[in-house]
T-cell receptor
Framework: EAGVAQSPRYKIIEKRQSVAFWCNPISGHATLYWYQQILGQGPKLLIQFQNNGVVDDSQLPKDRFSAERLKGVDSTLKIQPAKLEDSAVYLC???????????????FGPGTRLTVT | AQTVTQSQPEMSVQEAETVTLSCTYDTSESDYYLFWYKQPPSRQMILVIRQEAYKQQNATENRFSVNFQKAAKSFSLKISDSQLGDAAMYFCAYRSAFGNGANNLFFGTGTRLTVIP
C-alpha cells in the first residue's frame, strides 16, 4: 500500500512570494489533514477535509493561506504572500474516516520544508 | 483547548538500556485517545503506540509500553532494550473521541531521544 505522497520536499522562496504544496493521500482515505510544524514545536493542524468538504479550518490564517481538495482526493495548500514566520515543515496526513468511536490512525507524508527568506 | 506537555526536550539512553519519556495533558473530556509518534530525521511521522482512555490496561507494542495514569493526566512512554534505530523525536499527542474535533491531533513539543552505542 502506497503511503501519503507530498511534493516538493523542499522549497525556498522570498517573502511576499507565493508557494503551493501538493498532497496525495492513501487511496480510499476520506479524511485529509494539513499540519504546520515550526522548528522545535509539534505539528499544529491547519485544516481538515472530509472528502472534498472542510471539517475544521479554525487555525488556518485565511488572509494568506488557502487549501482545496477537489474531487476528494489530492489536495493543495497555498500561501500567498509568504511571510518569514511561515518557514516550517508542512505535513499532510490522511485517515480512513472522520467518525470516531475508535482511533482511526493518521498516516503522515514526508513533509515539505519551506524556507522563507 | 487541550494542551499536551512534554517537559523533557532531550533525553539520552545507552543502547540496550531502558528509557522513559514523560507526557502530561490537560482536558475536561472523559473519553479520548493518546498517542506516541516517532519522527526520525527523515521527517516521516510514524505511530508508535496508542492508548484509549476508557481502557485501564496499559498498551504495549513489542519494546514500547506506556504508563497511563488517567487521574493524573499522565502518559509516559517506556522504551526497553533501546536500539540505535530508536533515535528520533518523540511526540505525545491527544485526540478527542467525539465531535468535530474527533480526528484533530494535539501534539506536545517533542522529546529528542539520542541512543548512545
Amino acid at each position: 500500500e502506497a503511503g501519503v505522497a507530498q511534493s516538493p520536499r523542499y522549497k525556498i522562496i522570498e517573502k511576499r512570494q507565493s508557494v503551493a504544496f501538493w498532497c496525495n493521500p492513501i487511496s480510499g482515505h476520506a479524511t485529509l489533514y494539513w499540519y504546520q510544524q515550526i522548528l522545535g514545536q509539534g505539528p499544529k493542524l491547519l485544516i481538515q477535509f472530509q472528502n472534498n468538504g472542510v471539517v475544521d479550518d479554525s487555525q488556518l490564517p485565511k488572509d494568506r493561506f488557502s487549501a482545496e481538495r477537489l474531487k476528494g482526493v489530492d489536495s493543495t495548500l497555498k500561501i500567498q504572500p509568504a511571510k518569514l514566520e511561515d518557514s516550517a515543515v508542512y505535513l499532510c496526513a490522511s485517515s480512513s474516516s472522520r467518525l470516531s468511536t475508535s482511533s482511526y490512525e493518521q498516516y503522515f507524508g514526508p513533509g515539505t520544508r519551506l524556507t522563507v527568506t | 483547548a487541550q494542551t499536551v506537555t512534554q517537559s523533557q526536550p532531550e533525553m539520552s539512553v545507552q543502547e540496550a538500556e531502558t528509557v522513559t519519556l514523560s507526557c502530561t495533558y490537560d482536558t475536561s473530556e472523559s473519553d479520548y485517545y493518546l498517542f506516541w509518534y516517532k519522527q526520525p530525521p527523515s521527517r516521516q511521522m510514524i505511530l508508535v503506540i496508542r492508548q484509549e482512555a476508557y481502557k485501564q490496561q496499559n498498551a504495549t507494542e513489542n519494546r514500547f509500553s506506556v504508563n497511563f495514569q488517567k487521574a493524573a493526566k499522565s502518559f509516559s512512554l517506556k522504551i526497553s532494550d533501546s536500539q540505535l534505530g530508536d533515535a528520533a523525536m518523540y511526540f505525545c499527542a491527544y485526540r478527542s473521541a467525539f465531535g468535530n474535533g474527533a480526528n484533530n491531533l494535539f501534539f506536545g513539543t517533542g522529546t529528542r531521544l539520542t541512543v548512545i552505542p
